[in-house]
């Protein structure tokens, strides 16, 4: 989980945040009407499952039918199990949740 930490700091504050409210340095210069996610808000990202945030974080927005502004951090930037991570470091740390089932 420490290597998800620090991937989250090199790869996702710019954006998100340090806490991952949404509020990095780069979130207001996304577009209009565009602003990262609040991954600390545990009422939208317990209806996510892992798979869910796997997809977006190594794919993009696109591919989860959001935004293009989230870019794909796989193919050579984050490996699947750093990805895999991430995703422990913001259930544990950020959101403090789970998904639900479904």
């Known amino acids: 989980k420490d290597s998800g930490r620090e991937n989250f700091q090199v790869w996702c504050t710019n954006c998100h945040g340090d806490e991952g409210k ?7 210069a996304l577009g ?6 609040n991954l600390a808000d545990a ?3 317990s209806t996510r499952t892992d798979a869910d945030l796997f997809k977006v974080i190594k ?3 696109v591919a989860a039918g959001f935004s293009e502004a989230m870019p794909a ?4 930037m984050l490996t699947d199990e750093e990805i895999k991570n991430v995703i422990l470091y913001i ?3 950020i959101c403090k949740c789970k998904a639900k089932s479904k």
């Open 22 to 28: 949404g509020d990095g340095p780069l979130a207001e």
């Open 73 to 76: 951090q796989g193919g050579g």
């Open 91 to 93: 259930r544990d740390d």
């Open 59 to 61: 794919f993009g927005g």
């Open 32 to 37: 209009e009407d565009i602003f990262p996610r």
């Open 43 to 45: 009422s939208i990202l």
